[in-house]
């Protein structure tokens, strides 16, 4: 998809129930009258790093050919992955195609989240010194660039109210009540939350370094979720991507991220397909 | 009869939209769950021997999982029935179910979220009704004692009171002095479970895991049921002579962990074993200097969609008809 259609398509991929086994739509509690920023229901900001505890050998080094365990891919795919070869790829500077939105966040890496204005959340990676704007509010310029190697990105927060809460845990009501009945006419603050983000426009890229391929057309949504466990804070990155074209079914992964103390470790190098 | 039936209806709608507010309390958790991601499975039944990367095994856990044996665990006495720990609603390859308990005498009150399914993982109760957690000399089990509170819509538990066991399949060592912080975050029918292990004995840094499930109609047991129903008879069989454990001696030529990741992975064991440093993105400079891609093409265990099957080509029309084959072929 290009140009004027992004920010709609962004928007109606946000707003769609993350798209995938008909899933019921959350109760998002849209407040318009305070900005991103301050309606922010955790700090997303400063340093993390990526924790590398699964598919380590499909992250860390460079997977075997033919290796494409956990991507459920078609048949088109894995012709594409099969036949694929790095050297091309780096005589055209193309290493960034393993570092674009679908698969940035499962890359070793390191980020660096900082508010670049009120509405929108810059995301700068080291690991091939990409960034990310994810913006709560439309931004036609945006919307209307050609596809991107990071795409363009909606946010939103999803933000849960305490003052609905009552003293003890109730019953579970049925199917749909919870959906049905929000909105109060005073919200109070809320405390708890987490960031949905949905992306389109990406230019096609990599999974894996070893040619498993997205197309142009995946769309991409991620929920951030931020938990604290004795004295650290943690950052869980839920991504689902469609691809009608390279993924037979919605491909899920998750990237977990420890909050880092400063940018000591702040380490940006170049893209690399090896 | 009708209007009655619209009257219930319309009441039950607007006993909906009373409760609503309180239901934003807490998300409701039932239901089974199935995992959303792709299973890795490089071999059958668990991870490769010998693979702990990523894990941030301490020298003592890199020493009991360079020599752990798991597939002859029964040959121990006490390990015989011997359960997974509830690592496994995370690492396993199948669901699980949530159902709430609630006080029989208010009906309206969930005391606790339990976690079960499956024949060979513990119940996992977790206990959201401020339940006092039991002496440090109580019983360590496989479920353990949890206690939960919710965040918003993101249930918080602590887990104590674990008994030793595997925390990987493979052998990774997991100690009685084990801890878990899981958080269990519903968002529509997905469901994010972020499983922060801590064991002063085997770990020498939390290792935070996280897994999606998506809600299904189908029973995560498939029918097998959800009792452990391990008897004796069933084990006893199994054990050879007596003399043995569920471990091989250090060095030993036939363990299949010594040069399997080496082999098959192009990982040499010192780096298969683990260690903390690995699960940052920095170890990529060291690993990259000792990694050796392996060469060719992906033969077993690789994934990928399978070609359709080539209907047989139609044989040249026969000269002779030949009768037809009698009886079976083998």
């Known amino acids: ?274 | 009869m009708k209007e009655r039936t619209l009257a219930v209806a319309g009441l039950f709608t607007v006993g909906c939209l009373l409760a609503g507010g309180a239901a934003q309390a807490q998300v409701d958790l039932s239901g089974n769950w199935a995992p959303a991601e792709g299973f890795v499975q490089l071999v059958p039944n668990g991870p490769p021997p010998g693979d702990f990367l990523g894990v941030p095994l301490n020298p003592d856990g890199r020493a009991m999982a360079a020599t752990a044996d798991p597939n002859n665990e029964s040959e121990e006495l006490n390990r015989q029935c011997q359960n997974w720990l509830v690592d496994y609603f995370l690492d396993g390859p199948a669901g699980f179910e949530i159902r709430p308990i609630v006080d029989p005498l208010d009906g309206d009150n969930v005391l606790a979220w339990q976690l079960s399914g499956w024949i060979d993982r513990p119940t996992l109760t977790i206990w959201v009704d401020g339940h006092a957690p039991p002496s440090s000399r109580a019983l360590h089990t496989w479920g353990g004692f949890a206690t939960g509170r919710w965040q918003g819509d993101t249930l918080a538990v602590s887990i104590t009171h674990l008994s030793d066991g595997w925390m990987l399949r493979n052998g990774a060592p997991q100690s009685d002095q084990a801890t878990v912080s899981l958080s269990l975050a519903r968002e529509g029918n997905l469901l994010t479970e972020i499983f922060i292990l801590r064991d002063p004995v085997y770990l020498s840094e939390p290792w935070p895991r996280a897994k999606t499930f998506r809600l299904t109609d189908n029973s995560p047991t498939n029918g097998t049921g959800t009792v452990n129903d391990c008897l004796p008879a069933q084990v006893l069989p199994g054990i050879s002579d007596g003399y043995h454990a569920a471990r091989y001696l250090p060095g030993a030529k036939d363990n299949p962990a010594r040069t399997y990741m080496a082999k098959d992975y192009g990982v040499p064991q010192r780096v298969a074993l683990g260690g903390a440093q690995q699960m940052y993105p920095s170890y990529q400079k060291v690993v990259r200097k000792l990694y050796k891609r392996p060469q060719g093409y992906c033969q077993e265990n690789c994934g990928g969609p399978r070609r359709p099957r080539q209907p047989p080509a139609r044989a040249a029309p026969a000269t002779q008809q030949q009768p037809a084959p009698v009886g079976r072929a083998d």
């Open chain 1, 1 to 274: 998809m290009k140009g004027p259609g992004a920010g709609v398509a962004a928007a109606a991929l946000l707003l769609a129930p993350m798209g995938l086994w008909a899933q019921q739509p959350a109760a998002p509690h849209e407040i318009h009258m305070m900005s991103a920023q301050a309606e922010a229901p955790f700090d997303p900001t400063g340093y993390w790093v990526s924790m590398i505890t699964h598919d380590w050998l499909f992250r860390m080094v460079v997977p075997q050919r033919g290796q494409y365990t956990d991507v459920p891919i078609t048949l088109k795919a894995k012709e594409f992955a099969d036949t694929w070869q790095p050297g091309p790829d780096e005589a055209a500077g193309k290493q960034c195609e393993a570092y674009g939105a679908a698969v940035i966040m499962q890359v070793p890496e390191q980020l660096h989240i900082t508010w670049q204005d009120p509405g929108t959340l810059k995301v700068q990676i080291d690991a091939g010194m990409q960034t990310r704007l994810l913006l709560f509010q439309a931004n036609p310029a945006l919307a209307h660039a050609p596809p991107s190697r990071q795409g363009y990105s909606v946010a939103q927060w999803m933000l849960y109210r305490t003052g609905q809460a009552p003293a003890r845990q109730r019953a579970i009501p049925p199917p749909g009540a919870q959906q049905r009945a929000n909105a109060p006419a005073a919200p109070p603050e809320p405390h708890y939350g987490w960031l949905r983000v949905s992306t389109t426009d990406m230019l096609a890229g990599l999974l894996r370094k070893n040619g498993v391929p997205y197309s142009g057309q995946t769309r991409m949504s991620e929920n951030w979720v931020v938990t604290e466990a004795d004295g650290d804070q943690w950052l869980t990155v839920t991504t689902i991507l469609n691809d009608a074209e390279y993924l037979s079914q919605p491909y899920v992964e998750n990237a977990t991220f420890k909050k880092e103390p400063n940018g000591s470790q702040w380490d940006p190098t170049a893209c690399t397909l090896d």
